[in-house]
């Protein structure tokens, strides 16, 4: 996607050789500079990624007396998160210390466990099961947010308002001891809590600016540079006007996101059928192809953080789409191509997206490659919504994704060949008795809905469902996540896949961010932060805000890892 | 390894392109223009948020299309925040004003949703050039 940058040394060799001679000749002269060749710039710390891992991790650096450059791929910083609803889940953190909330440490990580490792979890286990390295990153976090978050609101960084009645997803696990507090995001951030992402960023952007973080919008960074003994010592990455060299003195931090991008890595690594996400276009997996050479180790790559997204825009690589995290409507249902519901529409987005890849092994097929959400006009007028990513949005929003039918059989068959329209991208098709299964589905739902009851996957019974659905939009509505639809159109539908906010897995750290090679020692002078590098929660999204609650917290770790490391 | 496989066969490939013997060579591929690729910058970075297709609707920020020269916050259905309104109701997106608002959103219209800045005037002027002729 982006051009790659040729050095003014390897223009020659470009011109007469072509594009594929272009890019061997470039590899060839840059694989042979190494240490030795001058350096464009240096600084103390280089940052390679300018969304919230990044510019927190060089605010960290440069609070410790460091001089930081942030290099950021695109033409401005943000990332992913500034896109994001940005909460951040952090236990025991300064507003449930606070309230009085209690999140002892011993139960915090056996609740980990046993979502973390569910397979082995064993309470009576002094690492409930979980593996050595599971446990450490676990412990980690539980060490080190609180005071990570403190520091960032008491620099003016990033200010928190603490959000004590939002429930995390798993709160009904009888290991989860602190089911409410952990949760906090950007004082400052609208009453739907859904743009603290750009609040997050331009807080941020502001602090590094005052005290003094260079930031340089358009680097790309593509490779490493090594001393002869493997220490990191810079990095090489290409701009509009042909690579420069960084000298990095006392390290190079990566925080350059997942893969989500990058469809061959997709392809290769992730266990779920992801066909896009929302992550930012650059996060193109850039870390592994850059440190790969040094040994780095691959760990958690066939996870991501995953959602429902609609197939359109992944068809379209729509990059401005948001994941699906709240499935709206009342008078709503999603049914497979067999016109079956599969689950409680209502759960956590990671958890509704994991259905996606559920195999058939009699049929050889993922029954539920892709669905269909169907809801009916007064879901339209009553629950649209233009944020997180709401499939039922108002006027002016984006409605590529939106089917419309006067009827029942006219939606299906509009569904129908909107699948046979996308036949290049999905091979899924409406089974020939969706019609009849659809309504017999949508029978039982409404006298489920009527009862109040989802005797099938429990809608409506979790305290994720009820906070995402707001309030009751009936007066006496038995359950607020259900009504039944109405027998006359018009209907709407969405069809919906597998999708990220982005991937989680690549290279492995320790505790502190410090990336390990295959012989699990760090690579001396490599840190890395985010998405980018491996999570410790494996395949498990622990709460709202499970992703970025992490991130900076292992940003403060690296950066204090840095400083101690280059003493 | 898949990604060293995959690496390799990726080089494979395109060294394979070759012409057949009894042909004349292809003639040179010209070096890519230096400098910003105004298109690349506006899909990559800009279309993490803004939809830029003609006839495209809002998405998290409001369609591009037929930005350069339309009025701020003009955009039906999308929901501009207090700071944005109040700081460009009124203004129009000419050129000049979407350099200042390049350089730093937040500079313009402090504490309004986008936060963008970019210290690189000739990579602003491609990504407004883009966006005035898509």
Redesign the interface.
């Known amino acids: 996607?982006?051009?790659l940058g040729?050095s003014r040394r390897s223009?020659l060799g470009?011109?007469?050789?072509?594009?594929?001679g272009?890019?061997?000749t470039t590899k060839a002269a840059a694989a042979d500079k190494g240490a030795d060749a001058p350096f464009d710039a240096e600084t103390d710390v280089v940052v390679c990624g300018g969304g919230a891992a990044g510019l927190s991790a060089a605010l960290f650096c440069r609070w410790q007396g460091a001089q930081v450059t942030v290099l950021e791929k695109?033409?401005?910083?943000?990332g992913t998160s500034?896109?994001a609803a940005f909460w951040y889940w952090v236990p025991n953190n300064p507003g449930m210390q606070a309230l009085g909330i209690k999140d002892e440490k011993t139960d915090f990580l056996r609740f980990i466990a046993r979502l973390t490792e569910p397979d082995g979890y064993d309470p009576g286990d002094p690492h409930f099961g979980m593996s050595p390295w599971h446990y450490a990153m676990a412990e980690a976090f539980y060490d080190s947010g609180a005071e990570a978050v403190a520091l960032l609101d008491a620099k003016g960084a990033l200010p928190y308002l603490h959000i004590p009645e939002a429930p995390d997803y798993w709160a009904e696990l009888a290991e989860n001891k602190a089911k409410k507090g952990r949760v906090m995001v950007p004082k400052?951030i609208?009453d739907a809590h859904s743009?603290g992402g750009?609040v997050a960023?331009?807080n941020l952007?502001?602090a590094a600016r005052r005290d003094g973080v260079t930031?340089k919008?358009?680097h790309r960074v593509e490779r490493i540079i090594q001393d002869a003994s493997g220490r990191v010592i810079g990095v090489e990455a290409s701009t509009?006007?042909?690579s420069v060299r960084i000298r990095a003195r006392r390290a190079v931090i990566f925080a350059s996101g997942g893969f989500t991008h990058d469809e061959?890595?997709r392809t290769?690594?992730l266990a779920a059928p992801v066909m896009g996400g929302c992550a930012?276009?650059?996060n193109e997996g850039d870390i592994?192809?850059a440190t790969?050479k040094a040994g780095a180790q691959l760990e958690n790559m066939k996870n991501a953080w995953l959602a429902p997204i609609p197939l359109e825009k992944a068809v379209a690589k729509?990059?401005?789409?948001?994941s699906t995290f709240a499935m709206t409507g009342d008078s709503m249902l999603i049914v497979n191509k067999y016109g079956h519901r599969v689950a409680d529409e209502k759960q956590p987005y990671n958890e509704l997206a994991r259905v996606f890849a559920n195999w058939d092994g009699a049929k050889s097929e993922h029954p539920n490659l892709v669905l269909m959400s169907i809801w009916d006009q007064r879901a339209q007028d009553k629950c649209a919504s233009?944020y997180f990513g709401s499939l039922i949005v108002?006027?002016?929003?984006?409605?590529r994704h939106v089917i419309k039918g006067a009827t029942l059989e006219e939606l299906a068959g509009k569904i129908g060949a909107r699948l046979e329209a996308l036949h290049d991208h999905i091979s899924a098709r409406l089974a020939p008795d969706f019609q009849s299964e659809v309504k017999a589905t949508i029978a039982r739902f409404n006298a489920m809905a009527a009862a109040g009851k989802d005797t099938d996957f429990g809608r409506g019974e979790r305290a994720f469902g009820l906070y995402l659905n707001g309030p009751a939009k009936e007066p006496g509505q038995k359950n607020p996540t259900m009504w039944p639809l109405a027998p006359q159109g018009p209907y709407y539908a969405a069809l919906i896949v597998a999708g990220t906010l982005d991937t989680k897995g690549g290279p492995k750290t320790d505790v502190d961010g410090r990336i390990l090679g295959l012989d699990d020692k760090p690579i001396p002078g490599l840190y890395g932060v985010g998405n980018c590098v491996a999570a410790g929660s494996g395949a498990a999204y622990w709460a709202g805000g499970g992703t970025l609650g992490p991130i900076l917290t292992f940003s403060y770790r690296a950066a204090q890892a840095v400083v101690r490391d280059s003493a | 390894m898949r990604l060293l496989i995959f690496s390799v066969a990726v080089f494979a490939t395109a060294c394979l392109a070759r012409p057949g013997l009894s042909a004349p060579p292809a003639p040179p591929r010209p070096a890519p223009m230096p400098g910003p690729d105004g298109r690349m910058l506006v899909k990559q970075t800009c279309g993490t948020c803004h939809t830029l297709g003609k006839g495209d609707k809002a998405s998290e920020g409001p369609t591009l299309y037929g930005v350069v020269g339309r009025k701020a916050g003009i955009m039906p259905g999308f929901n501009y925040s207090p700071a944005f309104r109040k700081a460009l109701a009124g203004k129009v997106w000419s050129s000049q004003m979407l350099d200042r608002w390049l350089t730093d959103s937040q500079k313009v219209a402090p504490n309004s949703g986008m936060a963008f800045f970019n210290d690189n005037p000739a990579q602003r002027k491609a990504i407004i050039d883009y966006l005035a002729k898509p």
């Open positions: 996607m982006t051009r040729l223009m470009a011109s007469v050789a072509g594009a594929a272009a890019l061997l695109a033409a401005s910083v943000g500034a896109k400052g609208n743009d750009r960023i331009r952007m502001a930031v919008p358009s509009d006007d042909g061959a890595l290769a690594f930012a276009l650059t592994i192809r790969s729509d990059g401005s789409m948001v233009p108002p006027d002016g929003i984006d409605d």
